[in-house]
């Protein structure tokens, strides 16, 4: 079955680093647009950072930018977002999210346009 399994979220305190990964199975050998939302309580998922599909290149919302770094292995089949200096704005739950399907736009900072979605990770940050 075609999946995505994030992990690596829990609580830090202001100024900490996390690092979250997402694993890709069940898509073969090829590599797709990957980007990364997350959702805070009572809004709709937001854009963060999406990443090419050989890599080479990264987009970072505003918000973020500086802050996190997000990579990929393709042999390995991983996504990561590396989070430094995190804010206790940062808090919330974050989704790893696959484009497989061809299309004629790249609207990599919608949401609805990936295909697939991981069940998320929570990322708490305190003061």
């Known amino acids: 079955e075609e999946q995505l399994v994030e992990s690596g979220g829990g609580s830090v305190q202001a100024g900490g680093s996390l690092r979250l990964s997402c694993a890709a199975s069940?898509?073969?050998?090829?590599?797709?647009?990957i980007g990364w939302f997350r959702q805070f309580p009572g809004k709709e998922r937001e854009y963060v950072c999406a990443?090419?599909?050989?890599?080479?290149?990264?987009y970072y919302d505003d918000s973020v930018t500086g802050r996190f770094t997000i990579s990929r292995d393709n042999t390995k089949r991983l996504a990561n977002l590396r989070m430094n200096d995190l804010k206790p704005e940062d808090t919330a739950r974050y989704y790893c999210?696959?484009?497989?399907?061809?299309?004629?736009?790249?609207?990599?900072?919608?949401?609805?346009?990936?295909?697939?979605w991981g069940q998320g990770t929570q990322v708490t940050v305190s003061s």
């Open positions: 069940g898509f073969g050998r090829d590599d797709y647009r």
């Open positions: 990443i090419s599909k050989s890599g080479g290149t990264t």
């Open positions: 999210a696959m484009k497989k399907t061809r299309t004629m736009t790249t609207d990599l900072e919608i949401a609805a346009w990936y295909d697939y």
